[in-house]
Every structure is written in structure tokens, then in C-alpha cells.
């Protein structure tokens, strides 16, 4: 079975400084993995996807995210916050059957 | 702008009713994904289609159906509706198949209230 668990439902950082999103998986198989962004009152937006090539995933934004087997996680990143960056973020995991499973969702608030 | 579009935007019922949610995807695309987004589930996919033929299912009710027609538009039917349907229905559309060698783009979404 799948599952995919976000760790946190919000969280906070200031413009200028780091993102981390954090991202675990269960999968029987070897799953393809995806981040999407949702802006107030939009629809979800690809972020990045890790379909078994690189581990390192680079995507749109200057968002990347890390594939670790070992670890069972897939965790987004950014260098710098951008005011822009305020949305919520879902981490998906898909099986080779395309069964789609949505993580609850992290909500990225940026201070000034 | 995705490119897909959804009707209505918002949709107001009573339980017991049936209503229809249309989606029409990008041009060229063949496959239409359509999700629920609530507070208390949140989003879960519900089903896709691949030119007309239904393709992989999650947790869709039985309640619930859903079609895609020859010119590709899809939609989805929610009957006897009860107050916990209330979501945010969003569909989803891409040329390929399957997620891990497509892209999907998402429409706006529909909000569904029922009262």
C-alpha cells in the first residue's frame, strides 16, 4: 500500500532564507514522486517530478527536492524565499497502476 | 492560464440532488483527471480517463460517476448528495497516460456547496 505523510502543515520562514518541506513516502513499488504548488483560489501547479532518472529533481522556481530510497523521503528545498512562495505545497506519490495519493498538504507562509 | 476549463465555477444544492460538473481539457490532451479537495479529506484523486476509456480509479463513490466523450471534454456526475460532499471538485488534464511520464494541468475547480 501507499502512503505519503507531509510532516508539517505549516510553516514559516523569512523572506531571503531557506525552504525545507518536508516528505515521506510508503510505496510497494518503485513510485514516481511530485510536488505541487496550489495558490489561494488556483489550481495545483507541477513543481517538480521524480520519475526513477536523478535523484536530485530541479524544477520550476528554484525549487529542487532530493529522492533518498534509504530514507523513504522526498524533501523539498529552496535556497531563498521569495514573497512570492506563499501557497500550500502537496507532495504525490504514484505507483507504476498511476494510483495517485496526496500528501495533506504544507502551507508555506513567508514574514517580511 | 492551464488552458482547462471548468463549469460552473460554484454550485449551490440540496441534498438529495444530482448535478454535473464539465471539463473540458487542453487541446491535444487525451487524458482528464478529476480530484476532490475538502477540509476534512483533503485532495484525493477520484478517477481518470485516456481517450474515452476510464483508466486508473481512486476513491470515488459509488455515487459518483463519470465519462469522458468522444470530443474528450469529461464529466463528472455526483448524485444524491449529502452535506459532506461539499469540495472543491478540480480537473486535471495531459497528453499522456500516466502522471510519471506526463504533465497534468489543473483547471480552477468547481466548488460544490450543498445545503
Known amino acids: 500500500a501507499q502512503s505519503v505523510t507531509q510532516l508539517d502543515s505549516h510553516v514559516s520562514v523569512s523572506e531571503g532564507t531557506p525552504v525545507l518541506l518536508r516528505c515521506n513516502y510508503s510505496?510497494?513499488?518503485?513510485?514516481?514522486l511530485f510536488w505541487y504548488v496550489q495558490h489561494p483560489n488556483k489550481g495545483l501547479q507541477l513543481l517538480l517530478k521524480y520519475t526513477s532518472a536523478a535523484t536530485l529533481v530541479k524544477g520550476i522556481n528554484g525549487f529542487e527536492a532530493e529522492f533518498k530510497k534509504s530514507e523513504t523521503s522526498f524533501h523539498l528545498t529552496k535556497p531563498s524565499a521569495h514573497m512570492s512562495d506563499a501557497a500550500e505545497y502537496f507532495c504525490?506519490?504514484?505507483?507504476?497502476?498511476?494510483?495517485?495519493?496526496f500528501g495533506k498538504g504544507t502551507r508555506l507562509h513567508i514574514l517580511p | 492560464d492551464s488552458g482547462v476549463t471548468q463549469t460552473p465555477k460554484h454550485l449551490i444544492t440540496a441534498t438529495g440532488q444530482r448535478v454535473t460538473l464539465r471539463c473540458s481539457p487542453r487541446s491535444g490532451d487525451l487524458s482528464v483527471y478529476w480530484y476532490q479537495q475538502s477540509l476534512d479529506q483533503g485532495l484525493q484523486f477520484l478517477i481518470q480517463?485516456?481517450?474515452?476509456?476510464?483508466?486508473a480509479k481512486g476513491n470515488i463513490l459509488e455515487r459518483f460517476s463519470a465519462q469522458q466523450f468522444p470530443d474528450l471534454h469529461s464529466e463528472l456526475n455526483l448524485s444524491s448528495l449529502e452535506l459532506g460532499d461539499s469540495a472543491l471538485y478540480f480537473c486535471?488534464?495531459?497528453?499522456?497516460?500516466?502522471?510519471?511520464?506526463?504533465?497534468?494541468?489543473f483547471g480552477q475547480g468547481t466548488r460544490l456547496t450543498v445545503v
Open positions: 510505496s510497494s513499488y518503485s513510485p514516481s
Open positions: 480517463y485516456y481517450n474515452g476509456e476510464e483508466r
Open positions: 486535471a488534464s495531459s497528453v499522456g497516460a500516466a502522471l510519471r511520464n506526463t504533465e497534468a494541468f
Open positions: 504525490v506519490v504514484s505507483d507504476r497502476r498511476d494510483k495517485i495519493i
